[in-house]
């Protein structure tokens, strides 16, 4: 287990790391008085979601510098424990440890959705609260939801309304034939229930949708099955290194059916390479944003690490201080004021054009999505601006409400 503690405050000043969270606390010479408020950080490191598991560490450990810089929570440090989540068993075990034994006053973190669950499960038995920031899955949010869970990452509507609007303006969908490899756990299995509801509602047609296995490193088959198909579109519902290894080989096999997806994170781009990388890509933020909040966050990351940040990094340090202000703002840590708090409206600066807020019916942070796509390979300047972004995805005018509009998963009940 690892423990974050603070850092001098001159050190982080010097990095560039103000950001728009407001006010935390009071001043920190008050910080000890009650010794340090401990949250629980649980993430994968391992595996086929293990490099976006690193990004986001790095993301909460520059969180807690910048939180305990600008004087913690009420005077008192921010502390995480960092455990590897590993699989849904070891996160629901360590998860329930952190609570019983170590007495965090919350958790955040994960990526897979089926091991976000089981956190869940453990933060709803003991009425601790949890900050969902990377599992997408719908149900989440639907029939699993649960009163004591929050979700700072987009869910799988929020990219299929998002990166729909893009194919839907490039005329791609109606009478369009589509593929859609998808990850074989719940995540994609979500994921492809809501594409093809996607597909069904605006005409177009799925000629395949493979599950492929979370530990795939050979796709030859799929391919050969794509060249046999000759879509229109090729989505994939892939996560982690699957997008990563399927973009390379769909490359290597020559490939050029327009492709995309309705899940992405930029590290599979990075990690691609700007030969392999193409198409266009929904994103719940990126270091190509062009405002000043994200920038200073960029400076601030790159500063830190030598590398720009993924989304995954921007999506648990943005829990992280969701969670600090929101334990200001009511003067504590308790679970109940803290769900009336988040249920209440209360918004929160994103580095994005809109503040964000929860939705009270099913705990999701409701929030600007975009579109990133590709540069051809002789366009890019380096390894990390290999894309461009769009602006927000709709419209300022738009409710955010609109892009969870469809969403599957079922009912959220937090009675049930």
Same mark, same amino acid.
């Given at each position: 287990?690892?423990?974050?503690?603070?850092?001098?405050?001159?050190?982080? +000043?010097? *990095?560039?790391?103000?950001?728009?969270?407001?006010?935390?606390?009071?001043?920190? =010479?008050?910080?000890?008085?009650?010794?340090?408020?401990? @949250? #629980?950080?649980?993430?994968?490191?391992? #595996? &086929?979601?293990?490099?976006?598991?690193?990004?986001?560490?790095?993301?909460?450990?520059?969180?807690?510098?910048?939180?305990?810089?600008?004087?913690?929570?009420?005077?008192?440090?921010?502390?995480?424990?960092?455990?590897?989540?590993?699989?849904?068993?070891?996160?629901?075990?360590?998860?329930?440890?952190? !609570?019983?034994?170590?007495?965090?006053?919350? =958790?955040?973190?994960?990526?897979?959705?089926? *091991?976000?669950?089981? !956190?869940?499960?453990?933060?709803?038995?003991?009425?601790?609260?949890?900050?969902?920031?990377?599992?997408?899955?719908?149900?989440?949010?639907?029939?699993?939801?649960?009163?004591?869970?929050?979700?700072?990452?987009?869910? $799988?509507?929020?990219?299929?309304?998002?990166?729909?609007?893009? &194919?839907? $303006?490039?005329?791609?969908?109606?009478?369009?034939?589509?593929?859609?490899?998808?990850?074989?756990?719940?995540?994609?299995?979500?994921?492809?229930?809501?594409?093809?509801?996607?597909?069904?509602?605006?005409?177009?047609?799925?000629?395949?949708?493979?599950?492929? *296995?979370?530990?795939?490193?050979? &796709?030859?088959? !799929?391919?050969?099955? @794509?060249?046999?198909?000759?879509?229109?579109?090729?989505?994939?519902? +892939?996560?982690?290194?699957?997008?990563?290894?399927?973009?390379?080989?769909?490359?290597?096999?020559? +490939?050029?059916?327009? @492709?995309?997806?309705?899940? &992405?994170?930029?590290?599979?781009?990075?990690?691609?390479?700007?030969?392999?990388?193409?198409?266009?890509?929904?994103?719940?933020?990126?270091?190509? =944003?062009?405002?000043?909040?994200?920038?200073?966050?960029?400076?601030?990351?790159?500063?830190?690490?030598?590398?720009?940040?993924?989304?995954?990094?921007?999506?648990?340090?943005?829990?992280?201080?969701?969670?600090?202000?929101?334990?200001?703002? =009511?003067? #504590?840590?308790?679970?109940?004021?803290?769900?009336?708090?988040?249920? #209440?409206?209360?918004?929160?600066?994103?580095?994005?054009?809109?503040?964000?807020?929860?939705?009270?019916?099913?705990?999701?942070?409701?929030?600007?999505?975009?579109?990133?796509?590709?540069?051809?390979?002789?366009?890019?300047?380096?390894?990390?601006? !290999?894309?461009?972004?769009?602006?927000?995805? @709709?419209?300022?005018?738009?409710?955010?409400?609109?892009?969870?509009?469809?969403?599957?998963?079922?009912?959220?009940?937090?009675?049930?």
């Amino acid at each position: 287990m690892t423990l974050t503690r603070k850092i001098n405050r001159r050190s982080i +000043l010097r *990095s560039g790391g103000v950001f728009a969270m407001g006010a935390l606390a009071a001043p920190s =010479i008050l910080r000890a008085q009650d010794g340090p408020i401990v @949250i #629980g950080h649980l993430t994968p490191r391992t #595996g &086929f979601l293990g490099p976006l598991g690193d990004y986001a560490v790095r993301g909460a450990d520059l969180a807690v510098e910048h939180i305990n810089a600008d004087g913690g929570i009420m005077g008192r440090d921010l502390q995480i424990l960092k455990e590897d989540s590993v699989n849904p068993q070891t996160a629901s075990t360590k998860a329930e440890r952190m !609570i019983e034994r170590d007495k965090v006053a919350a =958790i955040t973190g994960e990526i897979s959705s089926s *091991s976000t669950l089981a !956190i869940g499960q453990v933060a709803e038995r003991t009425g601790t609260v949890f900050f969902n920031t990377g599992g997408n899955s719908d149900t989440l949010r639907g029939a699993d939801c649960k009163r004591h869970m929050f979700h700072v990452e987009t869910q $799988n509507a929020m990219y299929l309304n998002g990166e729909g609007f893009h &194919f839907l $303006n490039a005329g791609l969908v109606e009478g369009k034939k589509w593929y859609l490899p998808t990850a074989d756990y719940a995540f994609g299995h979500d994921l492809l229930e809501g594409a093809k509801a996607f597909l069904k509602r605006n005409g177009g047609e799925v000629v395949g949708d493979d599950l492929v *296995s979370t530990d795939a490193t050979d &796709f030859s088959a !799929i391919m050969l099955k @794509i060249q046999s198909a000759k879509p229109d579109v090729v989505a994939l519902n +892939l996560a982690g290194t699957q997008i990563t290894g399927f973009l390379k080989q769909y490359s290597e096999f020559g +490939l050029d059916f327009p @492709i995309g997806g309705f899940g &992405f994170d930029t590290q599979s781009a990075w990690a691609a390479g700007p030969q392999n990388f193409r198409g266009t890509w929904p994103s719940v933020w990126n270091h190509r =944003i062009d405002n000043d909040e994200s920038k200073a966050f960029t400076k601030a990351f790159s500063d830190k690490y030598g590398l720009p940040p993924e989304n995954q990094a921007w999506s648990d340090y943005t829990a992280l201080k969701i969670m600090a202000k929101a334990m200001a703002d =009511i003067g #504590g840590t308790d679970s109940n004021a803290l769900i009336e708090y988040l249920e #209440g409206g209360a918004k929160f600066d994103l580095m994005k054009n809109r503040q964000g807020y929860f939705n009270p019916s099913n705990h999701q942070l409701l929030q600007e999505v975009y579109a990133i796509t590709a540069l051809p390979e002789s366009e890019t300047e380096n390894e990390w601006d !290999i894309f461009t972004t769009s602006g927000p995805v @709709i419209g300022p005018e738009e409710p955010l409400e609109a892009l969870i509009k469809d969403a599957v998963g079922g009912t959220c009940s937090f009675d049930a």
